[in-house]
Each structure stands twice: as C-alpha cells, then as structure tokens.
C-alpha cells in the first residue's frame, strides 16, 4: 500500500482464506500505521506513514474511493483524510470491489488496498490479468508448480514469486499495457538509451 508504481494495490486471495487475511490485514494496519495522535514527520526516524505529494493527489485518491463506496465497495478500514498538517490519507483498506469501480480499474497512488476474492488459481490469474495496467505482481504460494505457471501467463513486466515487488539495478523493469513502454535498468535498460543502425553492403 502506498506512493510508489510497484506498491501492492490488489490483493487477490484464495476464497478459503479470504475472512483470515482481511481480518489479519486490517489488523495489521491499524497497528501498523495509527491515524490517532501526532504524525510523525517522514524525515523523522520512527515516522511510519508518509504524506502525499500533493493536496489535488490526496483529493483524487480520496474521491476515487468515495465513487467507489458509492457503488457499493465497502470500508474495512480508513477512507479519509486526516486531520494534520500534511497531505495525509489514512491507510485504507476495500472490498465488495467490482470491475465498473475506479478502485479497480484506475491506478490508487496512495495508501489504498483493495482485497478481491478467488476460487482457484485460473480464477485468481484471470483477476490479476483482468486490468488495463501490467507492471508488476507477485504470487504467493506453497505450490510452487501452480505460482511458476502463473508467473508465466500474467500480464506483467515483472512476477516476483513469494516476495513482495522491488526494483534492483540488476533486474530489467518496465511494464506492459497500459504500464509503459521499453526497460529500464540492467543491460536491457542500457540498451534503451542507443540506437540500433544497420549497414547493409553488397
């Protein structure tokens, strides 16, 4: 959840551990990023919620969520805006999330997380592959058969399997739809930068 390209926004969970994870979710958000009180600073060393950049940014965000609940997706936590110097959004978390919402078809940059509900991992992979975006995603299993072929069929430019997305110097990144164009970073990402020229003599 949070500010940045790559930050978990879907989480798309196996319906028989659904209630379980939303619970253990929520949970640990509330825990970890309390909304009551003073707010720490980013710049400050235990600060553990960050501000946007923008008020016209944390407006979107939370108008994207109120068209959403409007709709009919539902609260688990947050959905507002704090009260305290800052462009600060409190940590929120939906469901009830259907494909007609801006919660699920448009990007949340900021502290949104929506949890979506699977049958079976076709299911789930249709889900994930079900958006007008293709960055990055990560699959979390103990089957590591089943999570190898998922990584193969999303549509996205980076998979990671049982680790949470990341950007490394070494590690090509970029996205597909609607995610980008080209690489960045690693020998690809270098490639980027020149020009590849034919000459061709008879």
Known sequence: MGQTCIASKRFIIDAFLFDEFVQKFKQ?????????????????????LAPMARQD??????????????????IITGGYQLDCPGYYYAPTILSDVTSNM?????????PVAI?????????????????????????WSDDMATAESMARNMESGL???????????????????????????SALGIREFTNIKTIWIK
Not at 168 to 174: A, I, S, T, Y
């Open 159 to 185: 998979t990671f399997i049982n680790s949470p997305s990341f950007s490394d110097p070494r590690l090509p990144f970029g996205g597909v739809k609607n995610s980008g164009y080209g690489r960045e970073l």
């Open 28 to 48: 640990a958000v509330e825990e970890k990023f309390p909304t009551e009180g003073k707010i720490s600073s980013p710049m400050e060393k235990e600060a553990s």
């Open 115 to 139: 949890v979506l509900k699977a049958s079976e991992p076709a299911h789930a992979l249709g889900i994930a592959n079900a958006s007008n975006y293709g960055l990055s995603g990560s699959i």
């Open 57 to 74: 940014l944390l407006d979107k965000l939370h108008q994207q969520v109120m068209d959403s609940v409007a709709l009919g997706a539902t």
């Open 102 to 110: 801006p919660a699920y078809n448009e990007e949340l940059f900021g």
